[in-house]
């Protein structure tokens, strides 16, 4: 009884480990992803900037509009997948 009971508690702490060792990369691969869009959003900001001093085309400036926003969803999303590991990784600590 002790031995399968003793297995058991094994088998879940194991599980409790890989789970938070794939939460740590998980949430260290977001943080790179979030600091690669930050520095996109920021080119996409500086050529938007350009191209209005320049007098570009309103298809040339409406794109750039279109690539800010999808730049700004990205770092949103990966913003609550970031605080959704943090949050997993505080609640198995406790465990």
Do not use: P
């Not at 002790?2 to 060792?21: E, F, I, Y």
């Not at 007098?55 to 949103?76: C, F, L, P, T």
Request: include cysteine; aromatic fraction near 4%; hydrophobic fraction near 35%.
């Amino acid at each position: 009884m002790r031995t399968g009971l003793l297995s058991l508690l094994c088998l879940c702490s194991a599980s409790l480990v890989s789970a938070q060792a794939g939460s740590a990369v998980d949430l260290h691969t977001d943080q790179r992803e979030l600091q690669r869009y930050q520095w996109q959003l920021q080119q996409d900001r500086n050529r938007l900037v350009f191209d209005r001093r320049h007098h570009a085309s309103k298809a040339q400036i409406h794109e750039d509009q279109v690539q800010i926003r999808r730049d700004k969803n990205a770092i949103k999303t990966l913003r609550a997948d970031i605080h959704h590991d943090r949050h997993l990784r505080r609640r198995y600590r406790t465990l």
